[in-house]
Each structure stands twice: as C-alpha cells, then as structure tokens.
C-alpha cells in the first residue's frame, strides 16, 4: 500500500511537488500522468526513499520513508526513467548482484533471474553483457531487475517503452499477474492507450499538483461528457431528428447518421431504437464512439490551463 | 554493514579490472616505469662508484621506490574520481540507490574498491624495482624497518588520495570537474613525497617518516568519515551544474552575519548576532585551549632537553633600562606603533585562519601553538637558570590578558571554519555550512578579536614597557 498526506517537495524555491495526498491500495494499477516537468519523477524518487520530502509524510508498504528508508527501498521495485545498467556485466551477473543487495536467500538468488529471464524471453542472452543488449532488452532486464526480490509495491517508469508490441503485451499480462497477486503498482507512463488499458485510477499531475484523480469513467463523464454514441440509419434522417430532442441530445448528424449524448445509455438507447422503428427508420448500426484517455488527459490539462489563465494578475499597464 | 558495502566493492573491483581502457595503462606504467628507474639507478651506481662516492648510495637508493610506488597511484586516480560521478554520468547511480544499502554502505563499499588498484599498481611497481636493485647488478640489501617504512608511507598516501577523490567525485556534477579538482589533491601530495625523499636521505632522521605516516593516516580517516558523513543521496541525483551563485554566496553570508534579528543598534547586534557565534566556538576553543596549554608545557619540557647558557651571560641591567625607556619615549605620542603592534597580530591570525581552510584548521593551531611553546621554552629557561620570572611576567602578563582571549578565540574560529566541512550541521550542505562558519568567523574577528587585539596593543606599547621597568628598578 501506499499512502501519501501533502507530500511536498521544494528544490531551493523550485516547489517540485505541492502537497500530494493520494491512496494506492494492494492489487490496484495507478497510473500518474502529466506532462514533462510536472513532478511525476519527484514523487516517485520521495516514495522510494532516494529524495526526502520537504513536508508532509508517505508510508509505503507500511513504512514512512523518512524515519524507514532502508525498510522502504527492501519492498519497493523500481523501473527508474533511465535503465542504467552495468554495460560491461553479463545480465546474469548484473541480475546476481542486485539479487545479493536485496538479500535473496541463496538457492532463490540461483534460481530467479533465470526464471525472470525466461519469462521475459531472454533466456538465451543470459551470457550476454548488457552493452550488447538492444533497448527493448535492456528494458525487460531492469523490469526483471525491478521483480528480483517479488516486492510488495512496483514504481514502474515507460514500462514497455521500447519494446515490441510482443513484450509489451508480456509486460502488461505480468503487470496484470502482479496486480492479481495483490501487489501495489504505481506506472508512470506518456502511453496513455497503454494507461487506459491498465490503470484502475489514473491522477493527472501537473505542476507538482494532482488536478484530477479517480476511475477513468468517472474523469471521463467529468471532463469529457456523458457517453456518445453514434446511429446509422438506411434513410436520411434528418426529418425524424426534432422527434428525439426530448431523449437525446443531438451533436452532430449527416444525412443518414446521427451522434447525440445520452447519460444513461441503457435506459435511452432502446427507447431511442422503438422511437425511430415506429417513425419508420430503419438503425443500421448503434455504437458507442469511444473516449479515449488521451481526451480526457487534454481535457483535464486544457482546463487547468484555463484555470491558471483566469487567475493570474493582469499584466500592469 | 561491512558486508553490504563488500558487495559493491566486487562488483566495483571485478569491472574496473574489465576496462582495458583503465587497467592497459596503469599496468604499462606499474611494469614500464620500475624497470626505467632500475636503469637509472644503474647510471647512478656507476657515476658515483665511478667519483669515490659509494658511502652515499645507503641514503639515496631508498628515493625512487617511494617515486615508483606514487606513480601508479595518481594515474590510478580516475577509478576513484570518477566512482559516483561517472556513474552519475552513466545514468546507473539511481537504480543503485534505491536498494536497502545505506549512504554508508554505498560509500565504503565505493571507497574499498577505489583503493584496490591503485594500491595493487603501487605495491607491483615498488616490489619490481626493489627487486631489481636486489637481484641486479646493485645487489642492495634494504633494511627490513626501511622497506616496512616505505610500504607504510606508500599506503597512506595511496589511501589519502583515493578518499579524498572519491569525495570529490561524490560532490562533483562531472567526471571533467572531478579530474580537474584532482589537481588539488596530486600536488600536494607530490610535496609531500619530496619532503619524504629529502627526510629519507638522511638515516638519523628517518624517524619523522614515522609521524608523517601517522598524519597521513588520521587524514585518511578525516576524509572517509567526512565523505560518508556529506554524501547524500538528494545531491547526487540532484544537482546537475557545478556553478557559482555568487548572489546566494552574498545573502547567505550577509544573513549569517547580521544574525536572525532585525536590529537597530550595536548592541542588539552583539546581544542577538555576535554573542551566539561566541558562544558556538566553546567546543573547538575547548580544543584550542588544551592545544596551546600542551605547546607551553611541550616548550617547558624542551628546554631541559636545550638548556640555555644563561647564567652565563651577563646582563647589563643599566643598558637593559635604557632599552626600555627608549621604547617608551617612542611610544608616547605615538599611535603608529599601537597599529604596528595590532597590524602584525591581525596578519597572524588572517594567516592562521587562511591555513586552516586547506587543513581541516590544524595548520591555524599549529601556527599559533609556536609562540606559546616559545614562552614555555624561555619560562622554563629563566627558571632553570635561577634568574627572576617577574620581569617575564611583567612583560608578558599586561597584554597578554587582552591578547591570549583573542588569540583562543581566533583560534577557534579558524579550527571551526577548516573542520566544518567535514560533518556540516544537519540540514545544511557543505558549501553553506562552510559560509555560514566564514560569516561567524569574519563577525567575531571584527566584533570581539579585534577590539581585544586593539586592547592588547595599547597595553603592549603604553603599560608593558612600563611595568617592566618598575619591576627592573624595584
């Protein structure tokens, strides 16, 4: 688990991170978004112990990070933003020596980075050192390196960056496997697809702040809207459409299509469907356009924008 | 602990014997060099065989292997400049970081391994040049105590300088810096190898290495305990430009200064600023206190060993009193020689405290330890001689009163202000707390030394002639 109250941290008077309080429980994905520079690095390197905080606590697996950085760092995984491996090492050693930091007994220390390795498909570059290693290698061997010691909390950085869209399904089912396993796993990642796919909450952060947090439905409904759906008929629609103003509410149409809002799609969409049955249309398809969290994400930091826009002083004349 | 940091250090030590790029040269210059000294040492033996000058050959021949045993070291440099910053560089510092292993572990372990292959060079280069004076054409047998003396002093040194590289390369934000600051540390020690050469040549002197080496070795633990102590995390990751913000240098030291309290008056100042920064220096006046108590009792115990003929001179009063009237008649009326007087013991202590910045402070006491050592030395001399003490005292006591408080409290300061930057309060970094310590330092030399150090002056040209001279003529 991980728990935060006003985390904050200043550089000098740079405030890098302003007073983040969230809550990641076991076996949940949390995803933190923002653009580059928003704090996303910051918060991560407080709850793992290398920076300390300005103000504020964080208790990660049961630890507070200031007064227990050892016992922190020995239940944390980290995928740090930058691999920073050992590139005259053989992975196998690479692997060995982190394994002995974090006190893996000794036939678990043999046993795991050659299990990990497996898993991850380089099985057979065990002998290889890491200079030789291509970028999506390298970044399955530092996740692997992050798994060694089966941590309680995973802070994974760009998880699948680099990696064919074959490891990265690899990476994301053993995300999965880990949330089953009721580890806590906070993934800081530009992929939002990859975040949608993944994340049970996602919190937006920006300028050292969270501007929005929760489900992504629920930030979508906020942010984006009701869900959309669009209708194509097998005839022109446009004089049946004054006949659904009072169910739906009509957005955009062409001549045998139609995208309204509805907030309860399934309580209006069949109503919706009799209606137009009974004027005569005939629906050819009914589909949701879906949101995606890339809209909600510009969304949410366009209003923001807004936000810092509206309260700003103005400019002295 | 020891054994988290002996995990870093194999895994340091096995990949800096992989860089060939490292080790290709350090072994070059380990195997080239000895066997180029061999050949010189050769020359020598025959020019000095060859001009009747054989007796001289036990004193000299000792000098090149402390030469052939520091060169590998300083090339060996770079492993140790370049332990955290390259790895900075490299972008491996952060997954390093953010396993269990403690500031401490971290550093040790970086440190053992630094010190494994400059200390390896060493020992191989002085073990094939020893070699070849014995099994060539010299066959020179050293003195076991002169080898056992030349391996401890090659280890000190050795141990100096990769601790002190490796706090540099923990402070610094580039390998460049790094290497450039390592300047600071290959010259000195440079010196301090021809002062060892110029000790060595002569046998009956040979005893000092012994106090060097054991210098040397507190050092090596200054610096290990300072580097662990200053290392942080949050640094290291952190900061990313080695640059001067002369206009933070400026407000921290004005803040330091002025003290926490907004004050109107002089007093205030002292009462909220000044006495607090007094009051900071008792431990290390404690320290400095003791120091010139040992000097004056160490200069005390030094004259039963170089007793004075001095109830062999004889000492013409008269002329002895018409000395002291003259200095009393240029005296008066006579500001000038009051600021002589103050000019000289400020320069004095503005010295100490310049040499206390590149020594820890210990140079700023072992300066001002002498003339107490000298007094005890002359005491312990008049007393010995059966002559009377009262016209020392008499020419000592008046000013002394002012002056001995501002030199203890000088003293202080300039320990403070060469120490602090190796365990800086808690909170602070090295370069503020090292300001802060300047601020202090710069503020009770103004607000309190120099104004007993003016005291101390007047007494000295206007009271203490006098005294004597009523002591002389009653």
């Known amino acids: 688990m991980i728990e935060t109250n006003q985390l904050t941290k200043r550089f000098g008077l740079f405030l890098a991170v302003d007073g983040i309080t969230l809550t990641i429980e076991p076996g949940t994905i949390f995803a933190l978004l923002g653009p580059n520079g928003a704090g996303k690095t910051t918060t991560v390197r407080m709850l793992t112990s290398i920076l300390a905080p300005s103000a504020g606590w964080a208790r990660v697996a049961g630890f507070d990070v200031v007064r227990h950085p050892t016992e922190v760092r020995a239940r944390v995984g980290v995928l740090t933003e930058q691999h920073g491996l050992y590139q005259r090492m053989k992975a196998i050693e690479y692997l060995d020596f982190f394994a002995q930091l974090y006190h893996l007994p000794d036939d678990l220390r043999r046993r795991r980075p050659r299990e990990l390795m497996e898993h991850f498909g380089l099985g057979d570059a065990l002998d290889k050192r890491l200079g030789e290693y291509s970028k999506g290698m390298q970044q399955k061997l530092a996740l692997a390196r992050a798994l060694l010691h089966d941590p309680a909390v995973l802070l994974l950085d760009e998880p699948t960056s680099a990696m064919d869209p074959q490891s990265a399904r690899l990476v994301r089912e053993a995300i999965c496997d880990l949330q089953r396993a009721e580890r806590t796993i906070a993934i800081t990642t530009h992929n939002l697809t990859e975040a949608q796919m993944l994340a049970d909450r996602i919190a937006v952060i920006r300028r050292g702040r969270i501007i929005a947090h929760g489900p992504f439905d629920t930030l979508a409904h906020r942010f984006v809207g009701p869900p959309l759906m669009e209708l194509r008929a097998a005839q022109p629609l446009n004089s049946v459409v004054a006949e659904l103003s009072d169910l739906v509410t009509v957005v955009d149409q062409g001549e045998r299509w139609l995208r309204y809002h509805t907030p309860a799609p399934a309580a209006d969409n069949p109503t919706l469907l009799r209606r137009l049955m009974g004027l005569g249309v005939e629906v050819v398809t009914l589909s949701e356009i879906s949101r995606t969290l890339e809209d909600v994400y510009l969304q949410i930091v366009q209003e923001d924008e807004g936000h810092e826009r509206d309260v700003e002083p103005e400019p002295a004349r | ?474």
């Open chain 2, 1 to 474: 602990m020891l054994s988290n940091a002996l995990i870093v250090t194999r895994r340091e030590v096995r990949d800096s014997f992989r860089d060939w790029r490292i080790m290709g040269p350090i072994l070059l210059l380990t195997l080239v060099f000895p066997l180029l000294a061999n050949t010189m040492t050769g020359l020598f033996i025959s020019f000095f065989e060859a001009n009747g000058a054989e007796p001289l050959l036990p004193a000299l021949l000792p000098l090149l292997p402390m030469i052939v045993g520091f060169f590998p070291v300083s090339i060996s440099l770079v492993i140790a400049l370049e332990t955290f910053v390259g790895e900075k560089e490299r972008l491996s510092l952060e997954p390093l970081l953010a396993t269990p292993l403690t500031n401490t572990e971290l550093y040790l372990g970086k440190s053992f391994a630094a010190m494994l292959p400059p200390l390896l060079a060493s020992y191989l280069g002085i073990a094939i040049y020893m070699g070849g004076l014995v099994f060539g054409g010299a066959q020179w047998r050293p003195p076991i105590t002169l080898v056992i003396q030349i391996l401890v002093l090659t280890t000190v040194q050795a141990l100096v300088m990769v601790t002190g590289s490796v706090v540099i390369s923990s402070q610094t934000t580039s390998t460049r810096a790094a290497n450039l600051l390592a300047s600071f540390i290959i010259i000195p020690m440079s010196m301090l190898v021809i002062l060892e050469s110029v000790i060595m040549v002569q046998p009956h002197q040979r005893y000092v290495l012994w106090i060097l080496a054991l210098g040397l070795l507190v050092t090596v633990a200054l610096f290990v305990r300072m580097g662990a102590r200053i290392f942080n995390r949050e640094e290291l990751l952190g900061r990313s430009l080695d640059q001067l913000n002369f206009r933070w240098i400026g407000r921290t030291f004005a803040a330091q200064f002025r003290g926490p309290v907004q004050h109107r008056s002089l007093v205030a100042w002292y009462r909220t600023s000044v006495m607090p920064a007094v009051r900071t220096h008792g431990a290390p006046a404690a320290v400095t206190a003791l120091c010139l108590v040992a000097a004056f009792v160490g200069g005390w115990l030094a004259a039963d060993r170089w007793p004075l003929p001095l109830d062999e001179v004889a000492v013409d009063d008269a002329e002895m009193l018409d000395n002291l009237q003259s200095w009393l008649e240029l005296g008066r009326g006579n500001p000038a020689l009051i600021g002589a007087a103050v000019a000289q013991n400020m320069r004095v202590l503005a010295v100490a405290t310049a040499l206390a910045v590149f020594s820890f402070g210990t140079l700023a006491l072992v300066l001002v330890m002498a003339p107490f050592g000298i007094l005890g030395f002359i005491l312990a001399q008049v007393v010995s001689a059966g002559l009377d003490p009262l016209p020392f005292f008499a020419a000592v006591v008046p000013h002394g009163l002012a002056e001995v408080p501002a030199i203890l409290l000088a003293s202080a300061a300039a320990l403070r202000l060469g120490s602090v930057i190796t365990r800086p309060p808690e909170g602070h970094s090295v370069g503020e707390a090292w300001i802060r310590a300047l601020a202090d330092t710069v503020k009770v030399g103004i607000a309190v030394v120099l104004p007993l150090i003016l005291v101390a002056g007047m007494l000295e040209v206007t009271i203490t002639p006098r005294l004597v001279e009523f002591v002389l003529t009653h």
